[in-house]
């Protein structure tokens, strides 16, 4: 009889064991698997405008040693964007002194991130997308959001850390779109990669 309950106990284990696996793979998409791999290319942006209208490049939003390049919901209606694209803007001096550039992007109209950018002081370009094509390039849209709704087309957020030649270095994502990565952790992310190189 013993041997019987050990193999029974055996089998629960087994048994807890595969769930626990199962669970874990059930888990929400790390940062990893959210957008393009870490290693490749990023996807062209094309030429997109910032909030004052202007036509941008990735060429000309990269410092010498890369961009920080932030996926975001919406500056109009997000206030979880809005208290991030804040935070972040307190280390665009940090930012800028390790050699990168920061640029963040959404599907907002342009006079929506001019509107933000005019009463928050922000120091960087916003991008506006609102077609999601570049968001589609970068696989990033959420599918939550139906065609209709006032939140269709806007990107799952992300920040991307490239090199100076757009080849994806890092990425710093949060399971819920109600967290989002603090600019230390950015800037510790930056530091990570440069010494790296």
């Known amino acids: 009889m013993p041997k019987i309950l050990r193999y029974l106990q055996q089998g629960w284990r087994g048994l807890v064991l595969l769930m626990v696996a199962m669970s874990l793979n059930a888990a929400p998409a790390l940062a990893d698997d959210l957008g393009p791999p870490v290693g490749t290319s990023a996807p062209a942006l094309g030429t997109l405008p910032d909030q004052t209208g202007r036509p941008r490049m ?86 939550q959001y139906p065609p209709g709704s006032k939140a269709y087309g806007v990107p799952r957020p992300i920040i991307f850390i490239l090199d100076p030649n757009g080849r994806i270095e890092a990425k710093l994502y949060e399971q819920t779109f109600k967290t989002r990565p603090p600019v230390g952790a950015v800037i510790a992310k930056i530091d990570e990669v440069m010494s790296s190189r």
Request: proline share 7%; hydrophobic share 40%.
């Open 58 to 143: 990735l060429a000309d939003l990269t410092g010498r040693k890369g961009l920080v390049l932030v996926f975001f919901r919406s500056a109009g209606w997000c206030p979880y964007c809005q208290a991030q694209l804040i935070d972040l803007n307190t280390g665009v001096p940090e930012i800028e002194k390790r050699g990168y550039k920061i640029a963040a992007l959404s599907y907002d109209q342009p006079a929506v991130t001019a509107d933000f950018a005019a009463k928050r002081n922000i120091a960087f370009p916003f991008l506006s997308d609102p077609e999601s094509k570049v968001i589609d390039r970068f696989d990033l849209r959420d599918p």
